[in-house]
């Protein structure tokens, strides 16, 4: 009976793992459904570095006429606020450079917006906030200086009508809080409602139903002009361009090569799987069926990467970020060997099969959790401290240490557990020996 079921349970696995690398793979029709299905990797978003970038050059200039160029210190603080939009609205994966001591270059990777954000970029938007239907100055006016961060969003703009509407989320920073809890602290009592206006005094929106005093620093502001997602990013990015003192003005937008190109992307997965055959025939040769179970569940661990690479929003695939990805797999191969060396040493000591897997996993856990541990915590440290472009690498080093415990901890325990039923006495299929007696010696 328990034979009969570990042969169901792999076959049932067998099922899922090629449906895994069906879908990690191929392309397909959806029936009744306007997209198509890409594929796990097909769907992973490619960096500059292998695919094709966005490249733009602006000449930077400053808004106030008594100014007539930026000095150095000047230039790098509008690159650093710069980077802040890029990361805000663009994800991880930019580079950004002082060009012609009045220039900034910046790459990111090519989307379909990435020519409109570059243009957002130099189209700024210098909105005032008033408790008055007014395009007079008042004294309770937040100026634009003020915002700290806003995106995107689509939310409710009157909770009586039950009305939305795109528009922008706005979040000030800490002398933008008190100014706004002041505002609305006035509006309450006098209007309910706040006014969203252009430097040129051209009202863009306005927020009704202000009933009690905002405190936390977050308002929308929504506007009817605008009807898709992708063009409230690009006004997102307008707006938040306006809050420093810099205008861009865009030279060049263009379609730039990729660094290493779609051929040398070619010649890495041809690496990886002849890599990946290579190592098969060590875990093969060296622990037979249980390099067969390892390689299984190296299988699983591939269409794991490929499925949180496409699923998580904050990756976009560098070169890194496939140095990465094969390190986390040899980083679970690793954590293999040392179960298998740790069954391999209970049994020359003299155990019986199902006790050596027993204390071979037993003996093998500390090992591969420090292991794992230790390259997730430097992953989440690179991440955090590391330059921009290695972004990628440590995403993939991360999602490498927790597939690497969770596949030698849980994937492959399992199917030495359903393995037992098979074959639990003969050492051969495992390439296990004991140690020799004085008497065989």
């Given amino acids: 009976m328990a034979k009969r079921f570990s042969i169901i349970n792999y076959v049932l696995v067998s099922i899922l793992v090629a449906v895994g690398i069906f879908l990690s793979v191929c392309s397909f029709k959806i029936p009744f459904y306007v997209n198509d299905f890409a594929s796990f990797a097909g769907a992973i978003p ?3 570095d292998i695919g094709q970038g966005q490249t733009a050059v602006f000449e930077v200039k400053p808004t106030s ?37 009045n220039m900034i270059r910046i790459e990111i990777a090519k989307s379909d917006t990435s020519e409109d954000f570059m243009i957002a970029l130099s189209e700024r938007l210098e909105i ?21 961060k806003c995106y995107a969003t689509y939310q409710a703009t009157s909770s009586a009508s039950n009305s939305y509407s795109f528009g922008v989320a706005i979040e000030f920073d800490d002398l933008g809080k008190k100014q706004f809890e002041t505002l609305t602290r006035e509006v309450k009592d006098n209007g309910s409602t706040i006014y969203f206006y252009s430097d040129d005094g051209e009202q863009i929106g306005s927020l009704g139903e202000v009933t009690k005093t905002n405190s936390y ?13 992708d063009a409230t990013k690009m ?23 990729a660094f290493v190109g779609y051929n040398s992307l070619t010649y890495v997965v041809i690496t990886f799987a002849i ?3 290579l190592i098969a025939i060590f875990m093969i040769v060296r622990y037979r069926d249980l390099g067969l179970i390892a390689m299984f569940t190296g299988l699983i ?54 006790l050596s897997f027993k204390l071979g996993y037993k003996n093998s856990v500390l090992s591969i959790v420090d292991v794992s541990v230790i390259s997730i915590i430097a992953s989440v440290i690179l991440y955090f401290v590391g330059f921009e472009i290695l972004k990628s690498f440590a ?37 296990l020996k004991k140690e020799a007696t004085n008497e065989e010696k």
């Fill in 65 to 101: 006429s008594e100014i007539t160029s930026f000095n150095n210190q000047q230039m790098q603080n509008t690159i650093k606020f710069v980077e802040d939009v890029l990361t805000n609205f663009n994800g991880t994966l930019y580079q950004v450079g002082l060009e012609n001591n």
């Fill in 301 to 354: 661990n591939i269409i794991l990467y490929l499925f949180f690479l496409q699923a998580l929003p904050i990756v976009t695939l560098t070169l890194t970020g496939i140095i990465g990805c094969v390190i986390g797999f040899c980083l679970t191969m690793l954590c293999h060997v040392i179960y298998f060396e740790n069954i391999k040493k209970e049994y020359k000591m003299g155990r019986k099969i199902p």
């Fill in 275 to 277: 890599s990946f055959v």
């Fill in 46 to 48: 490619l960096g500059y």
């Fill in 217 to 229: 620093g977050i308002t929308f502001m929504p506007v009817s002009s605008l009807t898709t997602e």
């Fill in 235 to 257: 006004y997102a990015v307008n707006v938040m361009m306006g809050a420093i003192d810099a205008k861009l003005d865009i030279i060049e937008n263009s379609v730039s090569s």
């Fill in 395 to 431: 995403v993939a080093l991360f999602l490498g240490g927790i597939f690497a415990m969770f596949s030698s901890l849980v994937v492959t325990r399992g199917f030495t557990k359903w393995y037992l039923p098979l074959n639990s006495t003969n050492a051969k299929h495992l390439n």
């Fill in 128 to 148: 005032v906030i008033r408790g008055e239907e007014t395009d007079k100055e008042t004294d309770l006016d937040i100026s634009a200086e003020r915002i700290k």
